[in-house]
């Protein structure tokens, strides 16, 4: 367990696959809910990009408590992070990671004025069965 991602890490977070981003709740229990993710690639791998709306539960959460998780998982192979949540709003930077999401998934977003990009950097990381 580490901050920094593996190799192995980066390689199985930049597939288009789906993960779970998880927040507190306003009572402190378990807000957990599926998402795309992107890797930010300027100015370091180790920080996991995610578009959200901006009046979602999840973004309320993390304004509130920016503790935060996710998990992306292929058969027996997952990646989880945890770290804390920024909650960016600029619109330059909005337009730069829905273009990682087209990039990665081969679709763009669909259009949500109130979106927001979620950053969540790496503190701590756990890698399994990654070579599989």
Same mark, same amino acid.
């Given at each position: 367990m580490s901050g920094k991602?593996?190799?192995e890490a980066i390689a199985f977070l930049s597939k288009p696959i789906h993960g779970v981003i998880a927040s507190f709740d306003l009572g402190g229990?378990?807000?957990q809910v599926p998402v795309n993710a992107v890797l930010d690639e300027e100015p370091s791998p180790h920080r996991l990009l995610i578009l959200a709306g901006g009046s979602s539960k999840k973004v309320r959460n993390l304004r509130r408590n920016p503790a935060a998780s996710f998990c992306v998982f292929q058969g027996q192979s997952y990646v989880s992070i945890f770290g804390v949540a920024e909650v960016i709003e600029d619109a330059s930077e909005i337009q730069r990671v829905e273009s990682l999401y087209k990039k990665k998934y081969?679709?763009?977003p669909r259009i949500n004025p109130s %979106?927001?990009?979620v950053s969540i950097e790496c503190s701590r990381?756990?890698?399994h %069965?990654?070579?599989v």
């Open positions: 991602l593996s190799g229990a378990l807000h081969s679709k763009t %979106r927001v990009v990381s756990i890698e %069965r990654l070579d």
